[in-house]
């Protein structure tokens, strides 16, 4: 006879499919123990507990495992309840015929399940062959109940093992290596029931040196609370040297399926840990967005009015100070917002990538919180900006030039004062009443010379009016009383001109009574008082104040003044002349002994106050040179100031130009693994930042340049504004072009991509990336598709394929797609995610196969703040098996995916 051990061995090296045979082949020492009568005992027991463990759910049982399957009808009945099939109609019959029938229909089934019977039929089971038997159950138990058994791709016997291994690994005194020895002192019996069940055995109790203890409590609560019959004696196990192979596998394997139920939930646990845990920390950054934004948003709508306001200041101080406000503003307020405006489209894209990893849908932030809202609003606060500063400085040149005129008024209108105060009173005399004729004609030249003054000064109150006029439309904050001297000198010059008519006609009414007059002192008078004047204008225009903004326009002052300057000598002989009127005056009078009882009659103008006016001009031509040399000297510090800058500027302008450049470049290009490309574009952003001293010089030397009150620079064509602008775009595209390497390799990690698979998708893209604008038109990407194997073809079904594909890769119809897109296509075509089924499957294990879930069991299967994360967003359940509290799982997943609401 065979035995059944050997042939069963060679069924299993045999199994359908070319799979792993149910057992490894035992070895030589393995063979001679099967014949070992303990060994046939302790299967005998096992195997006829294991069948009656299934037999009792059809309400019956064996007690000999080689008597009571002779017929064949509780052999099939086994087959049909360890199966769930039903076997072809067993015969009724007493006769051998027909029990070998039965047996024959058994075996038959048997073999349908892919299991080959060598040297087992069906005579020897009816003639009661106990080894042939055992053989056939061991055969049954082997395809029923272990073959299914597999852990990381083993083999079942294999997969058994290391799931006992893994279950006993943290349990002191256990060491699981076969299914024989290892298990003779109870204590891993016992710690596969604690592992999963702790409440039912106090693991710290036992005692390796009690090993029918040991195994006498793991059978008992194994048959009283997992529903595991007893198929071993403790006796038996320990005081066999190695008990039998088969026996331990079929009583193990009943714990392996009493706890895959628990096994299967806490799978499912984790899943939807994981899918929570997910979905949790992408709401914590979607509020972080929210607040920044907000903040961010807050922050322009409170700035924006301010630089709005364009109520003007009425000094100059006041306005240098809004100046002063302006440039803190530049300098320490708007930086962090520049670095959180970067920062919040960093964290809105990298939010994105991850909803777009985890198959969840694209966030939308609340409205007016889109990051086009914010650079919109980011534009408004720059448009808003460069206004208020060409305000500022117009400003302050208005500023300026009122300053100028208004101290041009006051110098002007003093020296006109001067000039009328007691003219009103001279000209309403009657002093020609009483006069003599000489006294007459005298005072009629005088007149005539007062008429020549009052003339000579006709410009001086016209410049004065007109200078009014112009203070009041630069609307001048002190025109009020500009305005009422100015109405008085104007009313006062209207009087005099009367006043000076009507004494004219007095005195030409008694002309032709006097006849005598001083020919000579008339002639003093009529040089004197145009020379007078000259001094007077002289000496008004070298104290006058001057504005100049270049050197050429203080070379052409300076031009001017040397020109002033070489008519003094015409206008010393002059003065010598009138000076020899007055002293031939004085020979005349000496000569023929005339007393002189008064100045000269005709004017009031003495060689005394010519000397004087004269020396006084002499005195102001060199302090005009030095205030002339002193502005050119500034106008020159201007000119190296305006040099200073712009050397710096025409570095550090090409430099940025430069770098934006290579950034493109290095966008495109594909150098190495993509965290070689992030350490280098992070090298190249902290060499980046290291430049920005650079920027700190050019700001101080733009300041000296306010400072200085520059408004132009011809040697460069930088402005600080161009200059600032590119670089926080440098800045912003670095950080950009640093966030999409990473989120990159969020995708490459996430959807499990090869950086070769990465590397083609790359060069694929830029093949296509004609102009290297970093985004593919329709065409362009269509083309792309095709090289990859797409069938996209301008057909009816191709048209159609690729307008579903846009609709993922540009869902905004901007008609372009960008790389980012493109690798979410990519990767979401070759990898696969979570879906709201697997989650909702998961849902369905943890409830009990119900369609509800209660809070309860909930926070049984997972931990506490994602059990209530879930209960506190779970709608009531209300299908018509709902009880009180029941939860709906199924519309909460597909809400977690985008497909509901919650």
Known sequence: MVDYHATNNQHQQSAPGGGQPYME???????????????????????????????????????????????GLKLMLLLEVISGERLPKPERGKMRVHKINNVNKALDFIASKGVKLVSIGAEEIVDGNAK???????????????????????????????????????????NVQNFHISWKDGLALCALIH???????????????????????????????????????????????????????????????????????????NRICKVLAVNQENEKLMEEYEKLASELLEWIRRTIPWLENRVAEQTMRAMQQKLEDFRDYRRVHKPPRVQEKCQLEINFNTLQTKLRLSNRPAFMPSEGRM???????????????????????????????????????????????????????ILTKKDYETATLSDIKALLRKHEAFESDLAAHQDRVEQIAAIAQELNELDYYDSPSVNARCEKICNQWDVLGSLTQSRREALERTEKQL??????????????????????????????????????????????????????????????????????????????????????????????????????VQQLVPQRDRALQEELARQQSNDRLRRQFANHANVVGPWIQNKMEEIGRISIEMNGTLEDQLNHLKQYERSIIEYKPNIDQLEGD???????????????????????????????????????????????????????????????????????????????????????????????????????????????????????????????????????DQVVASFKILAGDKNFITAAELRRELPPDQAEYCISRMAPYQGPDAIPGALDYMSFSTALYGESDL
């Open 25 to 71: 082949q035992p070895d030589e020492w393995d063979r001679d123990l099967l014949l070992d009568p303990a060994w046939e005992r302790q299967q005998r027991k096992t195997f006829t507990a294991w069948c009656n463990s299934h037999l009792r759910k059809s309400g019956t049982q064996i007690n000999n495992i080689e008597e009571d399957f002779r017929d």
């Open 132 to 174: 042939m038997t055992l053989g056939m159950i061991w055969t049954i138990i082997l395809r029923f109940a272990i073959q299914d058994i597999s852990v990381e791709e083993t083999s079942a016997k294999e997969g058994l093992l290391l799931w006992c291994q893994r279950k006993t690994a943290p349990y002191k005194n256990v």
């Open 195 to 269: 592992r999963h069940r702790p409440d039912l055995i106090d693991y710290s109790k036992l005692r390796k040196d009690d090993p029918v203890g040991n195994l006498n409590t793991a059978f008992e609560v194994a048959e009283k609370y997992l529903d595991i019959p007893k198929m071993l004696d403790a006796e038996d196990i320990v005081n066999t040297p190695k008990p039998d192979e088969k026996a331990i596998m079929t009583y193990v394997s009943c714990f392996y399926h009493a706890f895959a139920g628990a096994e299967q939930a806490e799978t499912a646990a």
């Open 371 to 425: 990051v086009s809202d914010i650079n919109n609003a980011w534009g408004g606060l720059e448009h808003a900006e460069k206004g208020y500063e060409e305000w500022l400085l117009n400003e302050i040149r208005r500023l300026e030039r009122l300053d100028h005129l208004a101290e041009k008024f006051r110098q002007k209108a003093t020296i006109h004062e001067a000039w009328t105060e007691g003219n009103e009173a």
């Open 515 to 616: 006849e005598s007059i001083d020919e000579l002192y008339l002639e003093y008078a009529k040089r004197a008082a145009p020379f007078n004047n000259w001094m007077e204008g002289a000496m008004e225009d070298l104290q006058d104040m001057f504005i100049v903004h270049n050197i050429d326009e203080i070379q052409g002052l300076l031009s001017a003044h040397e020109q002033f300057k070489a008519t003094l000598s015409d206008a010393d002989k002059e003065r010598e002349s009138i000076q020899g009127i007055q002293n031939e005056v004085q020979k005349i009078a000496q000569y023929n002994s005339i007393k002189l009882t008064g100045g000269n009659p005709y004017t009031t103008i003495t060689p005394q106050a010519i000397n004087a006016k004269w020396d006084k």
């Open 702 to 836: 733009h300041q000296l340049i306010q400072e200085a009150l520059i408004f132009d620079n011809k040697d460069t064509s930088y402005s600080m504004e161009h200059l600032r602008v590119g670089w926080e775009q440098l800045l912003t595209t670095i950080a950009r072009t640093i966030n999409e390497i990473e989120n990159q390799i969020l995708t490459r990690d996430a959807k499990g991509i090869s950086q070769e698979q990465l590397h083609e998708f790359r060069a694929s893209f830029n093949h296509f990336d004609k102009d290297h604008s970093g985004a593919l038109g329709q065409e362009e990407f269509k083309a792309c598709l095709i090289s990859l194997g797409y069938n996209v073809e301008n057909t009816k079904q191709g048209d159609a394929e690729f307008a579903r594909i846009m609709s993922v890769v540009d869902p905004n119809n901007s008609g372009v797609v960008t790389f980012q897109a493109f690798i979410d296509f990519m990767s979401k075509e070759t990898t696969d995610t979570d879906t709201a």
